[in-house]
């Protein structure tokens, strides 16, 4: 088996992560924060991470605007 792992660039990954899954979902290098619009009602929601920034969106979706579902 031929191991090699390339080291991602980080401004790749984020790119074809971001269009991959996180649909929307926009990281700011500055301060570090991830944010997103809600493609429903228009809110701008902003989390510390990505994992954050999911829990609140799908919150927001099924319990505030319910866009989606
Ligand atoms: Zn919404």
Not at 6 to 27: E, L, R
Not at 38 to 56: F, G, H, N, V, Y
């Amino acid at each position: 088996m031929n191991k090699h792992y390339d080291i991602p660039d980080p401004f790749q990954t984020f790119v074809s992560k971001k269009y991959a899954n996180a649909k929307g979902y926009i990281h700011d290098f500055f301060t570090g924060e991830w944010s997103y619009k809600c493609l429903t009602c228009k809110e701008d929601m902003s989390a510390p991470s990505r994992k954050i920034m999911t829990k609140i969106r799908l919150f927001h979706t099924r319990n505030e605007c319910t866009g989606g579902y």
